[in-house]
């Protein structure tokens, strides 16, 4: 049995791999997105936006083109947030918020811009949408700080959850999924305080979830079926 996972506002999650495999297999953004590699990890493209958009960012082509060419190569593709010392993130964060600082073009939020970058550097940078934001009581004017905020409080959280979320990430390795220690704490914020989080959405969720299993089919689409 997993231990439980508490997350900044004191909620304990006590079956962390049940809310993980929800949300997986519910949105089944995980061949769309999280297993996405992209072509360019240096600079922003327009594949970046359309993967985005995989995780309904609604980023049209003309608000994205300003952006394409930019580099983000400051910000290390090696870079963790969660395992960096404290040093290392101090230097980091100033690093990577002088970058951000320079691409939020009109109509390219926090939410937007970080569903575009997490897939570039996908063990350091959240997707930091409009649920996690609040969850975490982030407050900001300026939105380069508002993702290093961001950053911060989750960084904090995953460090007192170290043991659970590397079993939920050997977890999905079994399962024949790679995710992210990171994604993994963000998607868990998402199931428990986004709009499909309710009791009764999950029981009948899972109750056409069952129905796939027992049909032969799993809804994420992935040989070793996991049970939500």
């Given at each position: 049995m997993l231990s439980e996972i508490t997350l900044n506002n004191?909620?304990?999650i006590d079956r962390p791999d049940r809310e993980m495999f929800y949300y997986l297999c519910r949105f089944r953004r995980y061949l769309r997105y999280d297993i996405v590699r992209p072509d360019d990890g240096q600079r922003i493209?327009?594949?970046d936006r359309q993967l985005a958009n995989k995780l309904a960012a609604r980023i049209g082509v003309n608000v994205w083109n300003s952006l394409i060419g930019r580099s983000i190569s400051a910000i290390h593709s090696k870079w963790n947030l969660i395992h960096m010392s404290d040093e290392e993130w101090l230097r980091c964060a100033k690093v990577t918020k002088d970058v951000l600082g320079t691409l939020f073009v009109m109509g390219v939020g926090i939410p937007r811009l970080t569903k575009a970058l997490h897939r570039k550097r996908p063990n350091f940078i959240p997707v930091c949408d409009s649920?996690?934001?609040a969850a975490l009581q982030?407050?900001?004017e300026d939105k380069a700080d508002g993702v290093i905020q961001c950053m911060e409080v989750i960084?904090?959280?995953a460090r007192q959850n170290l043991h659970?979320?590397?079993s939920l990430r050997s977890l999905c390795h079994a399962k024949g999924?790679?995710?992210t220690e990171l994604r993994i704490l963000e998607l868990l914020y998402w199931t428990v305080f986004?709009?499909?989080g309710t009791a009764q959405q999950r029981t009948f969720f899972r109750t056409k979830c069952q129905k796939h299993i027992e049909s032969g089919t799993c809804l994420l689409g992935i040989p070793k079926t996991p049970c939500v």
């Open positions: 004191m909620v304990a493209t327009d594949q649920v996690l934001l982030v407050k900001y960084r904090n959280v659970s979320l590397a999924m790679e995710l986004g709009p499909f």
